[in-house]
């Protein structure tokens, strides 16, 4: 799904990825695709931060409520703040405005591979977490806890090198596959991450910083 106001950027974003095998829904503002979203849910939302009446941060925030499909936020709103920002909603990565096209089309692909089922059976248990890698799916404590592609994606790193400190330009490197990056957009993903799986975020008993250094995961081991 691309939801984008601007109808040659649109235009333009939908044709490109149908070239590349895509099937895409074109949808004009926040409210249009939000209703189209709950009548048939796409696989991936390429999505423009700056719509006229519901916001594509907004349209973020209802989502995630819903679902951890991927989404890709384009802006042309650059700058870390404003990176940030659009993280905190729940988008998965994040493209200023103007983008080559061949790299918006790299990374839906990474996001489509990231967030297709695995097909091997494979069950990863750590202390109260529990990992359905087959099927995406995660347990904390016995409770299942939905989380985003990239929020999946940094919790089965870190359950596969606990009591490891993990610097945020390793996270980026292994979890992202960015050669280099901005590594607030690892903090936001950290944060967003404890406040799904700590039973205190802001004491932290399973991720935790290790100040200049990174973070370290863990379980009272």
Not at 41 to 63: A, F, H, K, N, W
């Amino acid at each position: 799904m691309v939801v984008e106001d601007d109808p040659a950027v649109r235009t333009v974003v939908a044709d490109h990825l149908r070239l590349a095998g895509c099937l895409v829904a074109q949808h004009r503002d926040g409210a249009q695709a939000w209703e189209a979203f709950q009548a048939d849910r796409p696989d991936l939302l390429v999505l423009d931060r700056m719509l006229p009446g519901l916001s594509g941060d907004e349209l973020c925030r209802r989502i995630r409520e819903v679902s951890a499909v991927p989404i890709i936020m384009l802006t042309a709103l650059d700058g870390v703040d404003n990176r940030i920002d659009g993280l905190e909603s729940g988008a998965d990565d994040y493209l200023a405005k103007p983008f080559s096209l061949r790299e918006l089309q790299l990374r839906v692909n990474a996001q489509l591979r990231r967030s297709a089922p695995s097909e091997a059976e494979l069950v990863l248990e750590a202390g109260p977490f529990r990992i359905d890698a087959a099927h995406r799916r995660v347990w904390v404590s016995g409770r299942e806890t939905p989380l985003t592609t990239r929020e999946y994606e940094l919790l089965l790193y870190l359950v596969r090198n606990p009591d490891r400190v993990i610097s945020r330009d390793e996270i980026l490197r292994e979890v992202w596959r960015w050669g280099f990056g901005d590594p607030s957009t690892v903090t936001v993903h950290v944060r967003r991450l404890r406040e799904k799986i700590e039973d205190d975020p802001r004491n932290p008993a399973y991720l935790r910083t290790e100040w200049g250094a990174g973070y370290r995961f863990g379980w009272g081991r």
